[in-house]
């Protein structure tokens, strides 16, 4: 049995303003959508762009439902695909580090970034939204937001709550490891990522912006990691753009959670022992 979703990667690293990042983002997603993609994937806040300038940020901030989200859901009905992408979202005098997964039939997930990196908590209010999935007509979708990824219980999280793929618009950096890239190409953000889809049996979709620029040097190691710790796709290149469309088999993560004769890592957790709280329901 096979229920299979062609993925659209798009490793781009956002332009000079908020016009012109919305421009790019749409850009990148019809193409990826024209080559088969049913569900694509941005880089964290594309629009307006990764710079921690208060000021530049919330010149280009936007309400959930302001003329970015419009955007990327006239796309997304235009095309009948799904678009996983992060944007600098205000709420009152607040400003969050959002990410948003826009169906043809609107938002289907609405996500705040809950750990801030280095000086994002200096602008960014934390997350509020907790770690919702959504089930869609392409599968059961979870979001999280770059960092989120170095705290093991964000896709432990979501797995559990049934998600078959998690989507995750980054903005990678150097600073929490000395080493940027290995020897194959994967920044150390990646091969986390790899680690996680196989402990947790999830497929795990990353579009990083790649590159300098203004002041700071994006990683680029787009990847997409199966349940099994395979990757299909990646890592794309360090310093550059790169548009990738990978298929991917959504049944595979139950099949992963069987590993062999009495191996189930699902049934093998220790629940009697310890259990994840979310919202008040233990998992």
Sequence with gaps: MSRELTIGIAQITSAEDRAASLELSLEAAQKLFSRGARLVVLPELIVPGYRLE???????????????????????VDCNGYLAAGFCERDGERLYNTAVLISPEGIALHYRKLHRFAAEKEIFAPGDLGLPVAHTEVGVIGLCVCYDLRFV?????LALQGAELVCVPTAWLSGFDRQRWDSEGYSPQARGAVLQANLDQVHIACASQAGPSDGLHFLG???VCDPYGAVPLGPLPRDKSELAVVPIDLDAVARAHDRGALINPFEDRRSDVYGLSVAGTVL
């Design 153 to 157: 219980e964000t896709v432990r999280i």
């Design 54 to 76: 208060r000021e530049y940020l919330e010149a280009g901030a936007e309400p959930l439902d302001g003329p970015v989200t419009q955007a990327w859901y006239d796309l997304a």
């Design 221 to 223: 190691s787009s990847v």
